[in-house]
């Protein structure tokens, strides 16, 4: 057996904010994808998935049914001959790596699933988003649900709240110096604390309204910049967005990044902002010049996204 490959997803905008009913702008990021496949004889590394997939069906036992219903007696067939999830989505990045394993397995199993090919209206999209979510809190204690329909879909999503979002388009790519890009911290995050630190800071109420006054301001111009194509707008809401995560979000930020996110600020070469929750993982980068900043962090290992 082989499922369709699910995609990694990048959270360009919204981490946090999105909690928090500001607006958000998810796509799919293809260079990562994983799928379902079966093995007579498993590696270790094979051996872990299918160890973790078996206690996953067991918590997706819990849900309830009205919500969504799966199959699980063809799901524990193929967990005896040997089904794990074959994926090259780094774990705890920030990259959407449960997310494509709780899509993958709702696309194979469940019953009366949305498909992507039929007409997706704000109710089926809102549906799935909430299926997804409590299938991922697996994972992270709580979950948007928005990395598994990102993954699902494989097309861009724009949260516009929490009950209002929409599959969009985005501009196409062009052969110019600017990009979006990944920067790889080298070390793992953990989202569920990551999240835990900003639901304690949202009890201060200067930080919620930094959320609210800066915060959502910068995130929501920088997606409508994005979106019509603007780069000179876009860079400078991202440049205020990434200070006001630079002072903010230090927790989210490990020291080694906080260095190389302060010099992008005075020097315009760059600006960094989170990439998901943080604390590890990927980390976002936008530069009107891809290859002076691929010399100027040449100690870091990046990975492009998108070209403007």
């Known amino acids: 057996m082989r499922s369709p490959l699910f995609y990694a997803k990048i959270l360009l905008f919204g981490e946090y904010g999105i909690i928090k009913d500001s607006k958000g702008l998810a796509i799919p990021y293809n260079s990562f994808k994983g799928s379902l496949l079966k093995s007579d004889v498993m590696d270790d590394v094979q051996k872990e998935s299918h160890t973790h997939l078996s206690v996953f069906v067991n918590f997706l036992k819990t849900i309830d049914s009205q919500l969504v219903q799966f199959r699980f007696d063809e799901i524990e067939k193929d967990l005896q001959e040997g089904m794990y999830f074959d994926s090259s989505i780094p774990r705890g990045y920030g990259v959407g790596s449960s997310g494509a394993i709780v899509a993958a397995i709702y696309d194979k199993y469940a019953e009366d699933k949305i498909t992507v090919l039929e007409n997706l209206t704000r109710d089926k999209l809102l549906k799935l988003k909430t299926i997804f979510g409590t299938m991922e809190s697996y994972f992270h204690g709580t979950s948007s649900g928005l990395d ?123 600006y960094m902002k989170l990439c998901g929750s943080g604390g590890g993982g990927y980390f976002l980068g936008f530069t009107e010049n891809y290859e002076k900043t691929q010399k100027i962090l040449k100690n870091f290992k990046l990975e492009l996204v998108y070209r403007f």
Do not use: C
């Not at 110096?177 to 953990?190: H, P």
């Not at 201060?204 to 995130?219: Q, V």
């Open 148 to 270: 598994p329909l990102n993954s699902y879909l494989s097309i861009p999503i724009l949260i516009n709240s929490k009950t209002d979002l929409e599959a969009t388009g985005i501009p196409s790519q062009k052969e110019g110096k600017g990009a979006v890009f990944l920067i790889d911290s080298e070390q793992v995050g953990e989202t569920a604390p990551m999240v835990e630190i900003f639901m304690e800071k949202m009890k201060n109420e200067g930080f919620r309204n930094m959320i609210k006054e800066e915060f959502a301001k910068y995130t929501d111009a920088s997606i409508h910049d994005f979106l019509k194509g603007d780069v000179n707008s876009l860079l400078q809401n991202v440049k205020q967005l990434s200070k006001v995560a630079l002072s903010n979000f230090k927790p989210m930020i490990p020291q080694k990044m906080q260095g190389i996110w302060q010099k992008g600020l005075e020097t315009d070469d760059y």
